[in-house]
């Protein structure tokens, strides 16, 4: 079942290599200039962001199970429109469709495996989500490699093999069952009510985890990998995308162990650990003589800020948002910290190429290793650590008005 579930957040995945590897064919069978291409990278993003408030009620309301399979079909669709376009106006349709089904997926697979799962393994089963991202990532990085010399169309193949990956999302969430929580969920007959003074100190903390998981830079490297290997002195695109299909290597590879580790070292170690790992990678990297200078050492630090970020915001996050949410609410309440998020991929996405033209890498840089290490010192004080507690649990300490340091508490 969670095989079957988490080809939704493959799919997300894959798609973010689609972008990084068609970027030269795609603009030149479209005459696309940068800004242009900054805006066709930021429509998923922005097709997700508009979806996802609206989508948590849905989830809520019908189960996650019965928006997945909307959400599959959405894929099958939309990524089947992109790769057959001809003009400019159905790429832009085809991405903006396959944004709103990244944006309902991000948050109800990671929430439908959190109701499913056992408080002892609950961390690394929910990390199975993000390794399948990390690891559509990574296949798509690699398949770009190797068929970008092949064809100026090539980027058309790569969007077939996800369109294949989508229809067989869609055929498996039909079978699969809907979460044990969520029937219990719609058969209570007593009227549940949403006290707003004890949610909002949650809802503040999984906003400002979200603001951090994006201002921290991953999505720059992601998206753009090619472009800072080139700056960097990788001098042809395929040289270019090889590096990041590395970067996307061992991002798959540590997210992997993070998802054996999280249910033995907790969630606040490894968060504390990986962004402070993270902030001092790209404050190295920030020096002229590492960033532009250096090939090899950039390489190296651009490794473990990738290291540092896997092992915290970029997977313990998710973990802790399908935590700390009543089971009433979660749907809708994940669906806001996965709008947010959005918002902050998209002023990400959409300005970091004209920050690394504009400056050298030394300012962009010094900004993402400034948001990691402000994430380290909000995390030290406002973050739980819920390793093994029932939801339940985290449940009652939130409606007991507990501070959320201590929603974790036994």
């Known amino acids: 079942m969670i095989a079957i579930v988490t080809l939704g957040g493959f799919i997300i995945g894959f798609d973010a290599g689609v972008i990084v590897d068609g970027k030269d064919q795609i603009s030149a069978a479209f005459n696309l200039t940068t800004f242009q291409w900054s805006i066709i990278t930021s429509l998923s993003v922005l097709g997700a962001l508009l979806t996802v408030p609206f989508g948590g009620k849905l989830v809520d309301k019908w189960g996650a199970k019965t928006m997945l399979i909307v959400v599959a079909l959405g894929f099958a669709i939309s990524l089947f429109i992109t790769a057959i376009t001809t003009n400019l106006t159905q790429l832009v349709i085809g991405r903006f469709i396959t944004g709103i089904c990244i944006g309902i997926a991000a948050f109800s697979v990671p929430l439908f495996i959190s109701e499913t799962s056992p408080p002892s393994i609950r961390g ?125 290597l061992v991002n798959l590879i540590f997210t992997s162990i993070t998802a054996f580790l999280v249910d033995y070292m907790g969630r606040r170690f490894l968060l504390l650990l990986g962004t402070l790992m993270a902030g001092a990678s790209m404050l190295v990297l920030a020096f002229p003589y590492v960033g532009l200078s250096h090939r090899t050492l950039s390489v190296i630090f651009l490794m473990t800020y990738i290291i540092g970020y896997c092992i915290s915001l970029g997977s313990v996050f998710w973990v802790l948002i399908a935590e700390i949410y009543p089971c009433r609410i979660r749907g809708f309440a994940m669906s806001l910290i996965t709008a947010l998020q959005y918002t902050a991929n998209f002023i990400v996405t959409i300005t970091f190429l004209k920050l690394f033209e504009m400056f050298d890498n030394s300012v962009t840089f010094s900004l993402f290793g400034g948001m990691c290490l402000a994430a380290f010192i909000f995390i030290y004080f406002y973050v739980p650590e819920t390793k093994g507690v029932q939801l339940e649990t985290i449940e009652s300490n939130l409606n007991k008005g507990k501070k959320t340091r201590e929603l974790g508490q036994r």
């Open 124 to 248: 690394g089963m929910v990390l199975s989500y993000c390794v399948a991202i990390t690891a559509g990532q990574t296949f798509s990085f690699f398949a770009g490699y190797l068929l970008h010399d092949v064809s100026p169309d090539s980027w058309r193949i790569i969007l077939a093999i996800e369109t294949i990956a989508a229809v067989c999302f869609f055929i498996g969430m039909i079978v699969v069952p809907q979460s044990p929580q969520w029937r219990a969920k719609t058969q209570r007959i007593e009227k549940t009510r949403v006290i707003s003074k004890k949610i909002l100190p949650v809802l503040l903390l999984g906003m400002s985890l979200a603001i951090f998981q994006q201002f921290v830079g991953i999505n720059a490297i992601i998206y753009y990998g090619p472009v800072i290997f080139q700056a960097f002195g990788f001098h042809t695109v395929s040289h270019a995308i090889f590096a990041t299909f590395l970067i996307g």
